[in-house]
């Protein structure tokens, strides 16, 4: 099918999170026709902070978000990693980066989607739906719809996520990979850091506190557990505070601070490493092609930049064929890279053997700060 046809069917966006949403301002940018369908019934302020780095607001810059983001935002000057008795172990140099690449900023997720809602007004969005089937028939995919509407599409983009529909509908069902560890996330109000974020490494457990400002402190806990293991609201707060008893610094205060199980947002920690990410009208972006582990922080940068570069190719008007085929070559090697690094340094913050923790902060000390904020400054200096 010739460029001008396979565009002028659209383009049905399945999921509206970051990567959704992201892909509707971007190609909403571009004039080219979208339209958002969401198993959610009602948009409410889901999930807890995020960080964007250097890389992920260079996207926003370019859809015209950025200033609302830093508005809502705090700018990060460092980032560190201690030892859980919150002493120094390395940082990355954030500020050093400015000049050149622009700040990181840490917000809460509910501000991140309004402005993204924002930047996407004007794109339909279906509520309450979701995609039921797709076919590929004479260059078009005929999308059927669980309101029961059947329309016809150039392009099928998966953005729903870790656990993509989908993913199963394009290539079956695939299993995501666990972690080995499950994590906890929050915000706690009434407390104001100094500091911009800081994860601290114990025992087969971490700690995070990133300040989101106006008295707010996202935190996340990282603890090694099977998968699925229960965690009933009953004792949940008290089972995690005893969890990270040994944990020194601000931990124990902002524990106290916790006052119903509700505050608390625990997921299991899995990542999807299969391939392909397209055939004939389907794609997936983001999570749904490859979620990966937090770990390096570089979630939604990943998936911001998937559908900066679909977007621009798309924009090109080059056949649906070739617009798929360029942005695999041009997406896989970089998010490969990250997915990995991201991975490493998950397992390495996890150790459970005392001796080689002691032997891992010991190393970690004797980083310079440099090297981690090159490491950085190289992946944002990079193509996407």
Not at 17 to 23: K, W, Y
Not at 87 to 99: C, G, W
Not at 337 to 363: D, M, T, Y
């Amino acid at each position: 099918m010739s460029s001008p046809d396979w565009r002028g069917e659209g383009i049905l966006i399945v999921g509206g999170g970051i990567a959704g949403l992201a892909l509707a301002c971007a190609l909403k940018r571009c004039g080219i026709e979208c339209e958002i369908v969401e198993r959610a019934s009602t948009w409410a302020p889901v999930g807890a902070g995020i960080i964007l780095g250097v890389n992920a607001m260079a996207v926003m810059r370019d859809l015209g978000l950025a200033e609302s983001l830093e508005a809502k935002g705090v700018v990060l000057d460092a980032m560190k990693i201690t030892d859980a008795q919150s002493q120094p172990l390395m940082a990355t140099n954030l500020d050093a980066l400015r000049p050149r690449f622009g700040v990181s900023i840490a917000l809460h997720r509910a501000a991140l989607q309004d402005s993204l809602l924002a930047g996407a007004e004007g794109v339909p969005i279906r509520m309450g739906t979701t995609l039921e089937s797709a076919s590929h028939r004479e260059g078009r995919m005929i999308a059927r719809l669980s309101d029961g509407d059947e329309r016809s599409f150039g392009l099928v983009v998966g953005a729903d996520g870790l656990h993509s529909r989908t993913r199963e509908l394009a290539f079956g069902a695939r299993r995501p990979r666990y972690s080995g560890y499950s994590c906890w996330r929050m915000v706690i109000h009434g407390v104001e850091l100094e500091f911009g974020a800081q994860e601290m490494w114990g025992i087969a457990k971490r700690f995070g506190l990133v300040r989101l400002g106006e008295g707010r402190v996202y935190c996340f806990a990282v603890v090694n557990a099977p998968p699925g293991e229960p965690d009933p609201a009953e004792g949940r707060i008290q089972r995690l505070r005893n969890r990270f008893a040994e944990f020194e610094g601000p931990v124990p205060e902002l524990l106290a601070r916790l006052q119903e199980p509700s505050e608390l947002i625990q997921n299991d920690l899995y990542e999807i490493t299969d391939r392909p990410w397209y055939r004939d009208g389907w794609v997936l972006v983001g999570d749904a092609a490859h979620g990966m582990l937090p770990d390096m922080g570089q979630g939604a940068a990943m998936a911001l930049e998937d559908v900066a570069v679909l977007a621009e190719l798309i924009g090109n008007g080059l056949p649906r064929s070739e617009v798929l085929s360029q942005w695999t070559r041009r997406r896989q090697g970089r998010v490969r890279w990250v997915q990995n690094q991201s991975r490493r340094i998950g397992r390495i913050g996890q150790w459970s053997n005392p001796l080689a923790c002691g032997i891992r902060n010991r190393v970690a000390k004797n980083i310079p700060d440099a090297w981690t904020t090159g490491v950085l400054a190289r992946l944002a200096g990079r193509p996407i």
